[in-house]
């Protein structure tokens, strides 16, 4: 983030290699999942967003 210096991790998916390897339903679990989940060995998920192309996921950042 520019004003807070904060930095986020973006898992982007191409939603074609979804539908050719079927894993579209795989793709949203794991959303639902990162939702949901409140636990120190999982990472957050601050939001989630599809392009015409790719799934997006922004994710909290770990070093």
Do not use: G, W
């Amino acid at each position: 983030h520019k004003e807070t210096k904060q930095r986020f991790a973006m898992k982007k998916i191409n939603k074609q290699n979804l539908m050719l390897r079927n894993q579209i339903q795989q793709a949203f679990v794991e959303r639902d999942i990162l939702t949901f989940a409140e636990n120190p060995f999982v990472v957050s998920m601050y939001c989630s967003f599809e392009t015409r192309r790719h799934l997006c996921m922004v994710m909290e950042y770990v070093e």
